[in-house]
């Protein structure tokens, strides 16, 4: 406990003691809970709402994942003081597998003039000869949050765990000339090099235009901004900025930059509603411009999640090589609850990531290495569900798990006209159209999260319409509206239509549940949505699961199968 202590931010040490305090606290409550529903009031601060399998520490902003000598590392923003923003540092922890973690030190703190006031968000690259680099924006000055970029080296490059890191003394190495908003310039992506220079991206606006400026640098140490940037659009400012390659459509190894992509994506994260957008487009390393493939792409705005997901950083792993997506998830609850749980933000599960067949967006899928917690299964096969009916999944806490279903739709006969009017605005469709809204095939999907009595249930499902030309189309939804007698929770029904061809009547979907989020992909994840959700009755072994058609059309599981997911190691100690 002493080697604990030590490496532990004192309000870490809190959280510790709140998890050894949910342990007895699940026992008492279930027995309780058999016998009567809990007469105390709703309250957001159980710690049978923390995530059991995410990543999660106290608090978090973003993040810069790298692996390095046998370990990824997972750099955060993380307030040591408190359960809000602010204060921020990178926080550093490590693991052998993307899913057992131990928490290390920070790595970087304000120290220098251009990052006494917050060490900002920023990327890692790894360099030449084999050893890291990190990039990220310092505060400067408090009074305006003045933004300059910064570096750090780790001071001894033979420890695989990174543990400490140094500033060169030539720091700041870009700062706002007089073209740029000094309040709007952040975010530095990994470095690339190409034809003599390292090329790195900085998130920045002009005039409501979101941009990616290019910087570029032969030594890795003096940096000049290029005459134009890599690409921008009329949105608003781009956080956050990510480019990198991809190998070709429906190849699913990942790329490191050093390699030629057969095309690139550019995604920002957009200040002004906080998602994630991408295109996929092409790269000219001599004009360092890039084109997005859909001339529209800007606008079209394919997200990588159409939930709560945001700030997300991608890496590549030489070892499996592949290309993981990481992500962040605020809470959905309040400033006040925050600090009344004491914890706040979990990243999504990481995933790995490559171009669909079609090569217009990227295919996403929960890393394998998460499937080694998964206990044992419990399958249902071929069983039909009938228009207005439900079934429970017993044998699991379902709680805390893993289900695949793969559904098989009877006919498409019903399906409702799709009205063009929501061509665009997949949420706003499924906010009318909701799991509780009867139609002609589906809504059909899984009750996660749900209560005996039905008081509280989250839904995730598939609903399909016919366009004007007879085609099917098909919508995906989280609606979260009746998840939690909690007073006070945001909780928007989350939605994307789904690119697939169900034409064969099959779509599948995969949920990942755990305690207060629902990560779910559709149809082997081309559209994916995260939701938080925090239930007051169902919660820890009072959540139950179930497959729901509200449709008028029969729905048959062709297969299913869930599994109760085991605790990692979650930072709890080295
Ligand atoms: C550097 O790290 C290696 C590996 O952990 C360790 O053996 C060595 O003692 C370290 N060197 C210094 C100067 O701390
Ligand atoms: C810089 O950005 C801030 C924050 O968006 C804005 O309030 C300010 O007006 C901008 N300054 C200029 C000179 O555009
Ligand atoms: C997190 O979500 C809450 C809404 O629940 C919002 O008030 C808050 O601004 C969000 N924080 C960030 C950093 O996006």
């Not at 859909?294 to 070892?319: C, E, I």
């Amino acid at each position: 406990m002493g080697a604990l202590l030590r490496v532990l931010a004192p309000w870490a040490v809190l959280l510790l003691a709140l998890q050894l305090a949910s342990a007895s606290h699940v026992i008492h409550r279930s027995l309780e809970d058999e016998a009567a529903p809990p007469s105390v009031p709703p309250s957001i601060v159980s710690p049978l709402l923390r995530t059991g399998y995410h990543f999660q520490p106290p608090k978090n902003w973003i993040n810069a994942p790298m692996y390095y000598k046998g370990w990824y590392h997972l750099f955060y923003q993380y307030n040591p003081k408190g359960a809000v923003w602010g204060n921020i540092v990178w926080a550093h922890s490590v693991s052998r597998d993307l899913v057992n973690w131990i928490p290390l030190e920070p790595a970087i703190a304000p120290s220098i003039p251009s990052d006494k006031h917050g060490c900002w968000s920023g990327s890692a690259t790894i360099l030449p000869d084999g050893s890291p680099a990190i990039m990220y924006t310092g505060i400067s000055r408090p009074d305006i949050n003045y933004q300059v970029q910064n570096i750090a080296f780790p001071k001894n490059k033979s420890d695989p765990l990174l543990r400490e890191w140094v500033k060169p003394a030539y720091n700041p190495i870009a700062v706002p000339d007089a073209g740029i908003n000094a309040t709007q310039f952040r975010d530095p992506t990994t470095a690339w090099y190409a034809d003599g220079h390292w090329r790195m991206l900085i998130g920045s606006v002009r005039y409501d235009r979101g941009m990616a400026l290019v910087y570029r640098s032969r030594d890795f140490k003096r940096w000049v901004k290029a005459k134009h940037p890599l690409h921008s659009a009329l949105t608003g400012m781009w956080e956050c900025p990510d480019f990198f390659p991809l190998a070709g459509t429906g190849q699913q190894n990942g790329l490191d930059f050093s390699e030629p992509g057969a095309k690139y994506v550019l995604k920002n994260s957009l200040d002004r509603n906080r998602y994630d957008y991408y295109t996929i487009g092409k790269y000219d390393k001599r004009t360092d411009r890039y084109v997005p493939d859909d001339p529209n792409g800007d606008q079209h705005r394919l997200r990588y999640d159409y939930g709560n997901f945001y700030a997300s950083k991608t890496f590549y792993d030489p070892v499996n090589r592949r290309r993981i997506l990481w992500g962040w998830a605020n809470e959905s609850d309040s400033v006040t609850d925050d600090r009344a749980k004491d914890w706040a933000g979990i990243q999504a599960i990481p995933r790995k990531i490559w171009l669909d067949p079609s090569g217009k967006q990227l295919l996403q899928w929960p890393i394998e290495e998460i499937e080694k917690l998964r206990g044992k299964p419990v399958s249902v096969s071929g069983k039909v569900v009938k228009p207005g009916q439900h079934f429970e999944v017993t044998g699991l806490g379902a709680y805390q798990a893993d289900v695949e279903v793969s559904f098989e739709v009877s006919s498409l006969a019903k399906a409702e006209p799709f009205d063009p009017a929501y061509a665009n605005d997949a949420q706003k469709l499924c906010g009318v159209k909701g799991a509780d809204v009867k139609g002609g095939v589906g809504p059909f999907g899984l009750w996660v999260l749900t209560s005996a009595n039905m008081q509280e249930k989250t839904a995730v499902f598939f609903r399909v319409f016919k366009d004007g030309y007879g085609k099917p189309k098909v919508l995906m939804c989280t609606d979260p509206t009746k998840s939690s007698l909690i007073p006070d929770l945001y909780k928007p029904t989350f939605a994307g239509f789904v690119d697939t061809d169900i034409s064969s009547g099959k779509i599948s979907l995969r949920s990942l549940i755990d305690r207060s989020v629902v990560e779910s992909f559709g149809a082997g994840g081309r559209t994916c949505i995260l939701s938080r959700v925090y239930p007051s009755i169902a919660i820890g072994k009072d959540a139950h699961l179930y497959v729901f058609n509200n449709g008028e059309t029969d729905i048959k599981v062709s297969h299913l199968t869930a599994w109760e997911m085991k605790k990692p190691l979650m930072n709890e100690g080295a």
